[in-house]
Nanobody, 125 residues
Framework: QVQLVESGGGLVQAGGSLRLSCAASGRTFSRYGMGWFRQAPGKEREFVAVITWNGVSTYADSVKGRFTISRDNAKNTVYLQMNSLKPEDTAVYYC???????????????????WGQGTQVTVSS
C-alpha cells in the first residue's frame, strides 16, 4: 500500500523559510516522478514543483527562485525548501507520486495518483 506522509509545515513570518518533507512507502519511488502541490482556501489545488525520477525539476512561476524541490531516493523522501515566503504562499501543501513509471516533467495534477494528507503552511505579514 502506497503511503505519503508530509511534515514540516507551520506558521512563519513573511521572508522566512520552511522545509517540507514527504516520506514515501509502498513503492519503488526512485522510478517515479514526484511533486508538490498546494491548495489555498477557496481555491483549486495547484502545481508548485515537480521532480522526475532522474532529478529534473520545474517550478510554478509564482515560486521560481524561492522554492527548491529535491529527492533522496535512498530515504524515499522528497523535500521542498521554501525561502522568502510570502503571505500568498499560505496553503495546505500536498506531495504526490506520478501514476506512471519514469517519464519526463509532468505538471498535470491528474497524472499523480497517490497523495499525502497535506501539511499546513501559514505565512503572516
Amino acid at each position: 500500500q502506497v503511503q505519503l506522509v508530509e511534515s514540516g509545515g507551520g506558521l512563519v513570518q513573511a521572508g522566512g523559510s520552511l522545509r517540507l518533507s514527504c516520506a514515501a512507502s509502498g513503492r519503488t519511488f526512485s522510478r517515479y516522478g514526484m511533486g508538490w502541490f498546494r491548495q489555498a482556501p477557496g481555491k483549486e489545488r495547484e502545481f508548485v514543483a515537480v521532480i522526475t525520477w532522474n532529478g529534473v525539476s520545474t517550478y510554478a512561476d509564482s515560486v521560481k527562485g524561492r522554492f527548491t524541490i529535491s529527492r533522496d531516493n535512498a530515504k524515499n523522501t522528497v523535500y521542498l525548501q521554501m525561502n522568502s515566503l510570502k503571505p500568498e504562499d499560505t496553503a495546505v501543501y500536498y506531495c504526490a507520486v506520478r501514476r506512471l513509471l519514469y517519464g519526463g516533467i509532468v505538471v498535470d495534477i491528474n497524472e499523480y495518483d497517490y497523495w499525502g494528507q497535506g501539511t499546513q503552511v501559514t505565512v503572516s505579514s
